[in-house]
């Protein structure tokens, strides 16, 4: 049994909150600069050039990539061989979120659904926790914005629909959205498992660093022809038209019901923001 | 071919008509911010018939919840909010002289009707570039409804704030136009 004191995850989730939000990961600054170079319309290369940028002015000065600065999801992989101790778990991960948006001065985006009174300190935070086996302790943090969650979809398809209904719908997410979840996009695709675990597969593929291959030669292969189809959409940069809507696609998989056929679609804006840190 | 137009605040109409979607805008002067819970609050007022706690005509609405400023600085990060949200209310303050709304994402056709109607425009800042448009804030104070918290009304003093012109007022659309230009056939 190895300890992991509560002090260090609030410590821990105070940090990736904070960096997460001022610096954006090599893998979307990668996925910009490939961007701009595909990207065919001037308009869209002039957003690129702005994201490029606003990433550099938020790494130097500090200053939140965007002004949402998210729901605070975090995503823990406890080791069975671990044990918490020097206080409560939740309530660690919740003190690390609230350090963060406090001291950070990151913008306190969280409020009762019918009231719309905001809970002040960005809690609570949404916490999924995996148990792995060994002794290890690892902590993922997003911030997910509004803008882009709020254009994303379930679909419980009948299985007839098969492979073409799931792309079409994916498409067809995509399409709608426009302009509204800030393209170019990262589009998270959870396909089986039940309800709420598709939703949930779509947000887990939103972590894989953008050009990372699928490890699964079906899906990466899956992955690729349904990105080339969403950015002939035309949407573009900031949905102003363009050739690259989507700098990547990825899809995670279930076995599902044999009555069933989900697919969810997470879209992710262009702020793909995710840190994450061994303890 | 698409211009480049600066404009200090209070805007008039011949201002926004001659502009076209596509345009570049460069906005200077005072300018405010409200989202949907304050645009709430400014209709409630009109419907009373009481006092807005700014003068509407001329004026342009900038959809965004900036992130607290670090001391020193007049503001944190600060790029739009999708505008959808806005369009219940939208058309109420054109009719009362709003002239321009900054925001990002689509408008409702009654949204764009109005423009059309009380010649406003539509401006579109980059989303999710909010460290960037910052840099174009020199002022910033909270002017009402402060309990709102990021979503108080907050009066900017803005210095050649980049947007690009969406909806003019003669009904076009660049977010129609533009995906059209480069949808491919699948």
Redesign the interface.
């Given at each position: 049994m190895r300890d992991i004191a509560c002090a260090d995850i609030v410590r821990t989730v105070k940090q990736l909150f904070m960096d997460a939000n001022f610096l954006l990961g090599d893998d979307m600054l990668a996925a910009l600069e490939k961007g701009r170079a595909d990207e065919?319309?001037p308009?869209g290369k002039d957003?690129f050039d702005?994201?490029l940028?606003?990433?550099r002015?938020?790494r130097e000065?500090?200053?939140?990539?965007?002004?949402?600065?998210g729901y605070a999801l975090v995503f823990v992989e406890m080791g069975q061989e671990t044990h918490i101790v020097g206080g409560d778990f939740t309530e660690a991960i919740n003190e690390g979120v609230r350090q963060a948006y406090q001291e950070g001065?990151?913008?306190?985006?969280v409020c009762h659904p019918f009231t719309?009174r905001?809970t002040?300190d960005n809690t609570p935070a949404i916490i999924y926790l995996d148990m792995v086996p060994g002794d290890s302790f690892r902590i993922t943090a997003v911030p997910k914005?509004g803008?882009s969650e709020?254009m994303s979809k379930l679909f419980m398809l009948p299985p007839s629909a098969g492979l073409q209904g799931a792309k079409q719908r994916v498409?067809e997410t995509v399409r709608d959205a426009?302009?509204?979840p800030?393209p170019p996009t990262v589009v998270g695709v959870g396909i089986g498992g039940t309800f709420e675990q598709c939703a949930l597969q779509a947000k887990k593929a939103l972590l894989r660093p953008v050009g990372k291959p699928n490890p699964d030669p079906e899906l990466d292969a899956l992955e690729k022809g349904w990105l080339a189809?969403l950015n002939?959409?035309?949407?573009?940069p900031?949905?102003?038209?363009?050739?690259v809507t989507s700098m990547a696609l990825h899809i995670r998989m279930l076995p599902c019901h044999i009555a069933s056929f989900p697919v969810a679609v997470n879209i992710q804006?262009?702020?793909a923001r995710h840190k994450e840190a061994e303890l | 071919m698409t211009s480049t137009y600066r404009f200090t605040t209070p805007l008039q109409d011949e201002d926004v008509a001659q502009l076209r979607a596509g345009d570049k805008v460069l906005l200077s002067g005072v300018i405010y911010t409200a989202r949907d819970a304050a645009h709430k609050r400014l209709i409630d007022l009109i419907e009373k018939g009481e006092p807005l706690p700014m003068e509407i005509k001329g004026q342009v609405i900038y959809y965004v919840g900036p992130s607290p400023a670090r001391p020193g600085r007049a503001i944190g990060a600060a790029g739009p909010t999708t505008s959808y949200r806005m369009d219940p209310y939208a058309p109420t303050l054109m009719a009362k002289g709003l002239k321009a709304m900054i925001g990002k994402g689509k408008r409702a056709p009654e949204v764009i009707e109005a423009m059309t109607r009380y010649k406003a425009v539509y401006l579109a800042a980059t989303g999710g570039a909010g460290a960037l448009m910052s840099q174009a804030i020199k002022e910033a104070s909270i002017l009402a409804y402060e309990d709102l918290g990021p979503e108080a009304i907050w009066r900017l003093v803005v210095n050649d704030l980049p947007a690009i012109v969406v909806n003019d007022t003669l009904g076009n659309d660049l977010y129609v136009e533009g995906v059209e230009k480069y949808r491919q056939a699948s």
């Open positions: 065919a319309s308009v957003v702005q994201l940028e606003n990433a002015l938020a000065e500090k200053i939140p990539i965007c002004q949402d600065c001065y990151l913008r306190k985006s719309r905001n002040g914005g803008g709020n498409i426009g302009p509204n800030c189809e002939k959409l035309g949407v573009g900031q949905g102003l038209g363009g050739t804006c262009h702020a | -």
